[in-house]
T-cell receptor
Framework: NAGVTQTPKFQVLKTGQSMTLQCAQD?????MSWYRQDPGMGLRLIHY???????DQGEVPNGYNVSRSTTEDFPLRLLSAAPSQTSVYFC?????????????FGPGTRLTVL | AQSVAQPEDQVNVAEGNPLTVKCTYS??????LFWYVQYPNRGLQFLLK??????LVKGSYGFEAEFNKSQTSFHLKKPSALVSDSALYFC??????????????FGQGTELSVKP
């Protein structure tokens, strides 16, 4: 049971480049989400999904796209990277039935946009 | 609107001393509160949660948290700190399900440093 996995661990992009951050979980969790972590601001929700085929925007969705074709995978796409997207990105998942369940977090992707 | 505040950016404690990391919250309705810990270059790990019941909640690694409804606080505590407890601690509150699927709303984090 690997939990929540993320790739890559580190990435450097140039302004305007696009890329996909991968996230997968093997716990059959319906709810998956992407957060970004910035110093002094905690974690902020980018996008989330309550099940395969269903996605929705979080607090800071601009510049990011997501899709959920399977229960296991929830990739995050940066369409045209900007320096403001330099951050640490975390994917998380939990069972949908109970909102009281804790979320499980991946190890994170540290992204730098030059 | 739901929000969480961690008033201290950093807490310094000597090993063996008790530690407290503060958290206050603002919610409409019943609060569902969580503490997570982040070690350097790692993801967040769940420590404990308050849903209902006893105001003192016990969690992983000897941590506990005290829920105080009148003061809208959920402070994290440990009777005797270890150097290995040094990490970044986040308090979070669960939003209602109609609010972005019941997302977690995080405080800004408190850096705990335990010196030998």
């Amino acid at each position: 049971n690997a939990g929540v996995t993320q790739t890559p661990k580190f990435q450097v992009l140039k302004t305007g480049q696009s890329m996909t951050l991968q996230c997968a979980q093997d716990m059959n969790h319906e709810y998956m989400s992407w957060y970004r972590q910035d110093p002094g601001m905690g974690l902020r929700l980018i996008h989330y999904s309550v099940g395969a085929g269903i996605t929705d925007q979080g607090e800071v969705p601009n510049g990011y796209n997501v899709s959920r074709s399977t229960t296991e995978d929830f990739p995050l796409r940066l369409l045209s990277a900007a320096p403001s997207q330099t951050s640490v990105y975390f994917c998380a998942s939990r069972k949908r039935e109970s909102p009281y369940n804790e979320q499980f977090f991946g190890p994170g992707t540290r992204l730098t946009v030059l | 609107a739901q929000s969480v505040a961690q008033p201290e950016d950093q807490v310094n404690v000597a090993e063996g001393n008790p530690l407290t990391v503060k958290c206050t919250y603002s919610v409409s309705g019943n609060p569902y509160l969580f503490w997570y810990v982040q070690y350097p270059n790692r993801g967040l790990q769940f420590l404990l949660k308050y849903i209902t019941g006893d105001n003192l909640v016990k969690g992983s690694y000897g941590f506990e948290a005290e829920f105080n409804k009148s003061q809208t606080s959920f402070h994290l505590k440990k009777p005797s700190a270890l150097v290995s407890d040094s990490a970044l601690y986040f308090c979070a509150v669960r939003a209602p399900l109609y609010n972005q699927g019941g997302k977690l709303i995080f405080g800004q984090g408190t850096e705990l440093s335990v010196k030998p």
